[in-house]
């Protein structure tokens, strides 16, 4: 045992204790000689009292080197905790006993090592692996010393219908199981492999060194050997006796997930959320199986430690009061008596009421004409009925339902039965692409997913769903085919025989219990799922109507999918264009004015891209449709900055609209709103210089009803490293947002939660922006895209919006070149026409392009030009500035001018 060997190992921690048996498959009094790291003689030489104490134990084929960073991170004298890290018997540097170890015995060997060090509380147990079964077995026998409970990759139960992992099978094989496990280092070899990135020569030599020997590595196989894959398993009792007790843990949970594991995958944390549904979870994406050796863990499992067990348990991201200002009024429907009325409550008042027979929902054909609709008496009724079909099908509160339907009147009825249900709605589109779909949709473990044929046909390749639902009847061959069991169409028949039959019971969800999962557009890295309560859709929908005025019986055209789904809640006749909502720039102005005609529509959403080719496509439009449009009285765009131009030539069309450019982001939609008149006068502030702060971004007006904004300032580096906020004209920060709409936080990314939350209350957007002297906000950015030059920091929107009114640019993004502090700042630029190829610009497109960023306080060392600029899938419209500063740096030092 050569500690020098061990990278990241302080000699310090390594100790051999010997420990009495009590029980198991000892006798009682036999004395083991066990192997721990143990920081706890540092912390008293140091003269630092622990705050507590973390028990970690290892699965196989690990050691107790696995843990070594909480060790480190536990010397430190800002959080002292002493990390006791142990070798179980048979494995890394403990004893070789010559025994069969069941689980039951391990979980009562690491009691005897706790007793022997008489550890006291509080006791925070750890686990990865197999050890994460034991860890959780002592935490059961000693909830007197527990006060938390971290794991990381494990599994308490085997979920009903599937079967043990591959790897775990092909190990268990009686023709592998020996030579894999114990007689060569096979199966240690493969689960190093596991690693992402891969182990460095090192570290895994570290974690080979004490299973150098079949003699050493007998442990290995026979934990191997412990796995209970049925019933008749001698250890079988007491993994269930584990599932079934940890129900009934109420301290604090961590869980560090890796999803790359293709041993103990997200179905096995789907069923410890189950178990435990309090738990706080991360999933670190792109870790796996060896996550503490992927991603450092430590700084997430102190932070964790700081909130939840030495503050109380009341962690730092819990909200904070709710936002001030003026109360938020929304449709007229009761409230439950608890100041919540449920997204669906206006479909039932609407059914029973004079619009009865109105139509509440419409969907259009590719060719412009009304495919079908339903009224708001039956689209009630086809809620009603759905419901109790899903009820009926063992859907019910907390069941998570993807839906994967176009908008339209199935997509409506789906999404609204299961909201009444209690069920929660995961929404990824399309537009994430199929590998960014798959991520999410298996990040967010769905019970059952409601889709189309080119949905289903996925899910079943991709394992995205155990239980899939097809939308309308599909034959025998395709049902099987596809895995589907039932079809929305026969759901609601079934269900519409329970409610003729008085057996389907109705739901109430609680206001605060999860409603629905929204996953971001990516375009700022991989795509979050944004957790949201039946009170916060509510406050939404509300926010909505009483910032824009929308009330029951408007007729809105909805181009973008989330609006879409809020009409119906608004009281509003809902329309989706022939397009593919996916695509938003696939909108074409005919369509907009086929749908505007088809309800005689007062409102309109649709994203900048959709209104850059609404306009491109404006000679295709009939005398009908340009007089359809001339009635539309509000207009709504959001997603990205809607350049100002843009806005003029939409005016044109829409000449009887009031254009609103709202503000806002998936995890509070909208946050501010300015219309075109106010973007305007905004302008000519800026420009006349006559109110300080004017300028510099893009200006996105004031706080919508119910909202506050702030800015954290940021510092010299291009961070927002203070917690106070501020509103004062002209300093520029990272926007912070308060309002009751916000989001309940994200889905299974409790790191990501804890950064988005500032001040008690308050959600940091991520973007970057200040306030003029009249209390309006300009954008300037994203935090992540700040330029750190030499004369200071760069926010690049300003400098942008400059270039792009020059003559022949499309778009135009400003990034940063360089190591961070002395970046140089380089404009890649569209042009109309499209450049044939990617790489520097002419010299006088050049020097247009530096005069024009000169004059918005920024100097341009570079210029390229791209064919296109690459965006965002859902919005089409959000330039990925990250990807283009990677390419213009690449290109600027010699490298290929391959097009972004």
């Known amino acids: ?155 308490v139960h085997q979920p009903a219908g599937s079967p043990i992992p591959p790897a775990l099978r092909l190990a268990l094989h009686p023709a592998v199981h020996r030579w894999g496990t114990t007689t060569t280092d096979a199966f240690l070899r493969v689960t190093h492999s596991l690693a992402h990135p891969p182990l460095p020569a090192d570290v895994r030599n570290a974690f080979m060194a004490p299973y150098r020997s079949a003699s050493r590595r007998a442990g290995l196989g026979n934990f191997v050997a412990d796995i209970p894959v049925d019933a008749s398993h001698p250890s079988f009792a007491a993994l269930n006796g584990v599932a079934d007790g940890v129900r009934g843990l109420e301290v604090p949970v961590l869980m560090l997930w890796g999803p790359r594991d293709p041993i103990f995958s997200d179905r096995y944390l789907k069923d410890l959320l189950t178990r435990l549904p309090h738990a706080d979870v991360h999933r670190y994406e792109g870790a796996g199986h060896l996550v503490a050796e992927d991603r450092n863990i430590a700084p997430a499992v102190f932070d964790w430690l700081a909130g939840r067990v030495t503050h109380g348990g009341d962690s730092v991201a819990d909200p904070g ?81 993807s839906l994967m339907v176009p908008p339209g009147v199935d997509l409506t009825v789906a999404l609204y039965a299961c909201l009444r249900l209690g069920a929660v709605v995961v929404v990824a589109d399309a537009g994430l692409g199929t590998r960014g779909l798959s991520r999410a949709v298996k990040g967010a473990t769905p019970d059952v997913l409601i889709g189309i044929d080119k949905a289903l046909a996925a899910a079943r390749a991709l394992g995205w769903a155990s239980r899939r639902i097809s939308v309308q009847d599909l034959p025998a061959g395709p049902r099987r085919l596809l895995g589907v069991e039932t079809s929305l169409a026969a759901l609601a028949r079934a269900g519409a025989e329970r409610a003729a039959a008085g057996t389907a019971p109705a739901s109430s969800p609680d206001a605060d219990s999860p409603a629905a999962v929204l996953f971001t557009s990516g375009s700022t890295g991989p795509a979050k799922g944004v957790l949201y309560t039946h009170r916060q859709l509510a406050a939404m929908r509300d926010t909505v109507a009483g910032t824009f005025g929308i009330k029951p019986g408007q007729k809105l055209v909805a181009g973008f999918a989330p609006f879409a789904l809020l009409g119906p809640a608004l009281g509003t006749v809902s329309v989706t264009p022939a397009m593919d909502v996916t695509a938003p720039r696939t909108l074409t102005a005919r369509a907009l004015a086929d749908a505007a005609a088809a309800i005689d529509a007062t409102v309109v959403f649709a994203s900048p891209a959709a209104l850059r080719n609404v306009v491109a496509t404006r000679d295709g439009l009939s005398p009908e449709g340009t007089a359809a449009l001339g009635r539309v009285q509000l207009l709504l765009s959001a997603g990205a900055p809607v350049p100002e131009p843009l806005l003029a030539e939409v005016q044109r069309l829409l000449p009887a609209a009031s254009l609103h450019t709202p503000y806002g982001m998936t995890e509070a939609l909208p946050v501010t709103d300015i219309s075109l008149e106010q973007i305007q006068a905004a302008t000519a502030d800026a420009e006349a210089g006559i ?164 004059g918005a306080g920024v100097s341009v060392a570079a210029v390229l030009v791209v064919p296109a600029q690459p965006t965002d899938i859902r919005h089409n419209a959000k330039i990925d500035r990250s990807r283009l500063a990677q390419w213009a740096s690449s290109v600027l030092a010699g490298g290929r001018r391959v097009a972004p």
């Open 321 to 401: 009061p709710a936002a001030e200002g003026d109360a938020v009024t929304g449709p007229a429907a009761p409230a439950d008596g608890r100041g919540f009325t449920p997204l669906w409550a206006l479909l039932g008042e609407l059914a029973g009421g004079p619009s009865a027979g109105g139509r509440a929902v419409v969907e259009m054909a590719p060719d412009g004409t009304v495919a079908r609709s339903l009224t708001w008496r039956q689209l009630e009724e086809s809620v009603g009925h759905l419901s109790a079909g899903l009820q009926g099908a063992g859907v019910g509160p907390g069941s998570r339902v």
């Open 691 to 854: 109110t300080p702060g004017a300028g510099n971004g893009v200006c996105v007006g004031h706080p919508v009803q119910g909202a506050r904004i702030a800015v954290i300032p940021l510092a010299a580096d291009g961070t927002a490293p203070g917690a106070e906020p501020v509103t004062e004209p002209g300093v520029t920060g990272e926007i912070l947002v308060s309002a009751p709409h916000v989001k309940d936080g994200y889905d299974r990314l409790w790191l990501t939660g804890q950064a988005s939350a500032g001040p008690a209350g308050w959600h940091r957007t991520g973007d970057v922006g200040h306030f003029d002297a009249d209390g309006r906000l300009w954008v300037e950015g994203r935090l992540a895209h700040i330029i750190t030059a030499p004369p200071g920091v760069v926010t690049p929107v300003g400098a942008e919006q400059a270039i792009e009114r020059l003559d022949g640019v499309r778009m135009a993004a400003v990034v940063g070149v360089g190591p961070a502090g002395t970046q140089a700042v380089a404009a890649v630029v569209e042009t109309v026409p499209p450049a044939r190829k990617a790489g520097p610009a002419g010299t006088e497109l050049a020097g247009k392009v530096r005069s024009a960023a000169q």
């Open 1 to 155: 045992m050569v500690i020098a060997d061990w990278p990241g190992v302080n000699p310090e921690w390594s100790r051999h204790i010997d420990v009495p048996s009590t029980s198991g498959a000892d006798s009682p009094g036999t004395v083991r000689r066990w192997h721990l790291l143990d920081n706890g003689g540092e912390l008293a030489r140091r003269g630092l009292a622990p705050l507590g104490t973390l028990l970690c134990v290892h699965g196989n084929p690990t050691w107790s080197y696995l843990w070594r960073s909480l060790l480190a991170a536990g010397s430190d004298p800002a959080h002292p905790w002493r990390v006791v890290a142990v070798d179980q018997l048979d494995m890394g540097f403990s004893e070789r006993t010559g025994t069969f170890r069941r689980l039951a015995d391990r979980i009562n060997d690491l009691g005897d090592v706790t007793a022997a060090l008489d550890l006291a509380g509080p006791v925070v147990s750890v686990g990865h692996d197999w050890g994460g079964v034991i860890s959780l077995g002592w935490a059961l026998a000693h909830t007197d010393q527990l006060a938390g409970v971290v794991l990381t990759n494990t599994a």
